[in-house]
Structure formats: C-alpha cells, structure tokens
C-alpha cells in the first residue's frame, strides 16, 4: 500500500506539469556529445519513441550551449541544460529557449553568480532544478574524507539544497525542482524524506551513478521505490551504465509495477521448470522486443495481461487472470483467451500471434 503522495507546488518545464497532481514523469538524459547535434537529435528521437518526457543535456562549453538552440527547435519534449562551473552557460541556454536549468550548488561557485542565472531563468518563465550529489557537497571542500554517519550525511545534503532554495526564494523565485542524490539507498532516502518534510518543493528522484544493468536496476528500483511508496517524488530518473532508452524502459516498469504509470503490458511469463519443452526465455524476448519498439503497439497493449507460460500442466491455471495467452507444449501450445482454451498454435507463430491479438483485442468484448 502505497502513502498518499505529498502535496507539492507545480512547476511547469516547457509544456509539461511537474509536482501537485501531474503524474510522476520519466526523464532521462543524453549521452552523446551535445555539440553533436546530429547524433543528439537522433538519440533525442530515441528517446521520445520510448516514452521519455523530459530530456537532459550535458552543456560542457560554450559551443554546446549554442547548440541548444537548434536542438531544442527540433524536440517534442522539454529540454534541461546540465550546468556544471560556469554559470555563464546558463544565461546562454536560457537565451536559446531551454525549458529547465539543473545546476549543482556545490559547483556552480559564489552567490552572484546564482542570481544571475535565476535573474535570467525569471523573466524567461524557466524552472531551475537544484540538483544536490552528496559526492561533490561544497563542505567536503574542507573536509574530503568525513566519518559521518548515513544521517549526517542526509543533513548535510538537505543544507546545501535549503541553503539554494533560500538563495532563489529570497528573490521571488519559486519554480524550484530539487534532487538530493547519493550512489546508495540509505542516504538518498533520508535525505529525501528529511527535505519533503521541510518544503513543497517538488522532487527529482534518483539514486546516483546506481551502476550496471542488474545491480543498478536492483539499487534504483528500491531506492526510487521506497520513495514513492512514502508518498515522495514527482519525477524520476533511473542512471544506469547502460543506454538512455533503458533507463527509461525500466523507469516506467518501476512506475508500473508500483501501480503509477501503464507502460505496455504485464507479461506474465513463468520462470520455466523441467516440465517446460519449449524456449519460453526467447518467445517473451521476442513478444517484449516487438512490443517496446514500436509505440504504437505498445500504447495500444497499455493495460494488457498476457501470459506465456511454459506448458500446459500448471500454465492455464496461472494464466487465468490473463487477456489472452500461450500455454507452451512441445513444438505447439494452447491459446488462452478470457479463461478459455480457444485453439492450439505451432511455436514458430507465438510471437507473431500475440502481437495480432493485441493491435485487434478490445477489453470491452470481454
Ligand atoms: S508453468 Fe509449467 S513450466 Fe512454467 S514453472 Fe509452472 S510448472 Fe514449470
């Protein structure tokens, strides 16, 4: 059971509402090189047939934030330009249309400098996300190696980010976005709920640099999850050492399997047993790489159970709850279909059978 998520101001990125009752939205960020406008467009492409709604761009000089603009012209969904040192990028992106700014207190450098971006950020309507890593904290300038407990840690963190908040709000600036982010589970978390409790500020979620595919998908499952499931966070993005389209894929699983956002279908799928005398693994392969690689049959399986199991002994029982489905025999298997056994098909047709179902299959004929 999931808390009530918490009450939080809107803040509007390009056309896109984040915070109050928007849905929680998936962001991610590019990995080309922004001045690259060709191979970042093209992953921009990408990214958007995925479903990401927010994209994050490394701005790197000056020559990157010039390319904003081209870039920004030709993306359907809102960009945020990732400042890092020199504050003067900022006033530039802002000049080229971005529609969000994250910058880094711990590295953006004095308190004029900060103004000057919010300066420029308000009267252009840009939201600025203050983004907090508790790896480049301005405190561990003077001590880079602190013994400080997981707490300590999420206070420090929370500081930094309140002393920002402060910084912008004392100018009348209130479209703030926060993220509080450490590379583990425990001070990412604390840190969080300590800053939900302080403010309305809407938050970015993310467990930082969560690493590869199966132990970064584990680290930021839980650690985005355990915050959504308090009621915190009102975007998410999953860092993985594996493709942007990925990290969005597992994103929206993450939202799905919490009940927070419909992406494809539920696949209910068995983990095969010595009963099974098919290659169940490479059918469900096949079904999700058909599914996730075009939106249009993607969007039209939102909601969908199917299930594919590994053979017809315990299969039809488990795929009851399912729309429609394959009990798996040798070389052939029974189609399922509002709980009724309907006809048996050659292993070689699965895949292509359930993706027919899906562009034709109407809940409301059942
Ligand atoms: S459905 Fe059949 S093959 Fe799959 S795990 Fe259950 S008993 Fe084994």
Redesign the pocket.
């Known amino acids: 059971m999931l808390s009530k998520r918490r009450k939080t101001r809107i803040v509007k990125v390009g056309n896109l509402k984040m915070g109050g009752e928007a849905p929680i939205s998936v962001q991610s960020m590019t990995n080309t090189d922004t001045r690259d406008v060709h191979s970042t467009l093209s992953q921009i492409r990408e990214l958007e047939k995925a479903g990401c709604q927010i994209i994050r761009l490394a701005v790197v000089d000056m020559d990157a934030a010039v390319c904003i603009g081209k870039i920004k012209k030709a993306s359907r969904v809102p960009i945020v330009a990732d400042i890092h040192f020199d504050w003067r990028l900022a006033i530039e992106c802002v000049k080229r249309g971005i529609d969000k700014i994250r910058i880094n207190p711990g590295n953006i450098g004095e308190k004029y400098k900060v103004k000057e971006v919010v300066k420029a950020c308000m009267d252009n309507g840009i939201p600025i996300r203050i983004g907090v890593n508790a790896g480049s904290l301005k405190v561990l300038k003077k001590n880079p190696k602190p013994q400080w407990t997981a707490h300590q840690w999420a206070n420090k963190m929370v500081k930094e980010a309140m002393e920002q908040v402060e910084t912008l709000e004392e100018m009348g600036f209130k479209d703030i976005v926060v993220s509080l982010k450490a590379d583990d589970i425990d001070r990412t978390l604390l840190a969080n709920k300590i800053f939900a409790s302080k403010t309305d500020i809407p938050l970015h979620l993310g467990v930082t640099e969560a690493g590869t595919f199966i132990s970064g998908i584990v680290k930021s499952s839980l650690g985005i999850g355990l915050m959504l499931s308090e009621g915190i966070g009102d975007t998410i993005r999953v860092s993985l050492t594996e493709s942007p389209k990925l990290q969005v894929r597992v994103a929206y699983e993450l939202l799905k399997s919490l009940g927070l956002a419909k992406y494809g279908p539920d696949i209910i799928s068995?983990?095969?047993?010595g009963?099974?005398q098919a290659n169940i693994s490479a059918v469900v392969h096949k079904v999700e790489e058909k599914i996730y690689s075009d939106p249009s049959i993607r969007d039209k399986a939102k909601g969908m159970k199917i299930a594919l199991?590994?053979?017809v002994?315990?299969?039809p029982g488990?795929a009851r709850e399912a729309d429609f489905g394959i009990c798996a025999g040798k070389g052939k298997g029974i189609w399922i279909e509002k709980g009724k056994q309907t006809k048996v098909i050659s292993e070689k047709e699965w895949a292509n059978e359930v993706i027919k179902k899906i562009r034709t299959f109407s809940k409301s004929k059942m």
């Open positions: 068995c983990p095969t047993c009963r099974c199991m590994g053979c002994v315990n299969g488990e």
